[in-house]
């Protein structure tokens, strides 16, 4: 079955622009989760949306990033004015919330480069 | 803040041979624990979780153990294959109203030679 998706699989762009990020959960799944990942490191949470419910944003760097989730499905990770800190990959993933285990299943995630 | 961390970033066995990946967390709080694999150019995959109640659990070829007393998980693949060779993550998940949050370790690069 189809798992979930993320575009572009690779996005370079210049210093100062502005980019967005699209994660396609899988059909189902009421939650679903942002992370970033540095090269050569573990994955740091961004934020979490579930349902209707206010999203958790705690894991956001800084007030460049920003993320919304329309109707409940598709969401879109935006990150205003790059840096070169940003460069890293982003990985969307999305979960059942019911039946206890949460299991997370991940994109393969955008490689973003910021030259 | 509570952390998980991996005690060898890197790991080369030779193929047939078992393999075992450790990991520690601080957060005595934490009720649930998963394992993830994750190839070069891909997102993790999940391969198998555990929760606090339990000491060991079995998957196919894999094996994880969990020592609460000393807050020590580790990952235990047997006959390793080529097709293991990826970075290992362990990830705890919060406890209470952040139960929905993981939090991972570095990764652990495991390198499989034929």
Known sequence: GAG????????????????????????????????????????????????????????????RFSAERTGGSVSTLTIQRTQQ????????????????????YFGPGTRLTVT | GESVGLHLPTLSVQEGDNSIINCAYSNSASDYFIWYKQESGKGPQFIIDIRSNMDKRQGQRVTVLLNKTV????????????????????????????NYKLTFGKGTLLTVNP
């Open chain 1, 85 to 104: 800190e940003d460069s890293a990959v982003y990985l969307c993933a999305s979960s059942f919330t019911s039946g206890g285990s949460y299991e997370q």
């Open chain 1, 4 to 63: 979930v998706s993320q575009s572009p699989s690779n996005k370079v762009t210049e210093k100062g622009k502005d980019v967005e990020l699209r994660c396609d959960p899988i059909s189902g799944h009421t939650a679903l989760y942002w992370y970033r990942q540095s090269l050569g490191q573990g994955l740091e949470f961004l934020i979490y949306f579930q349902g209707n419910s206010a999203p958790d944003k705690s894991g956001l760097p800084s007030d």
């Open chain 2, 71 to 98: 807050k020590h998980l580790s990952l235990q693949i047997a006959a390793t294959q080529p097709g293991d060779s990826a970075v290992y993550f362990c990830a705890e998940r919060g406890s209470g109203g952040s």
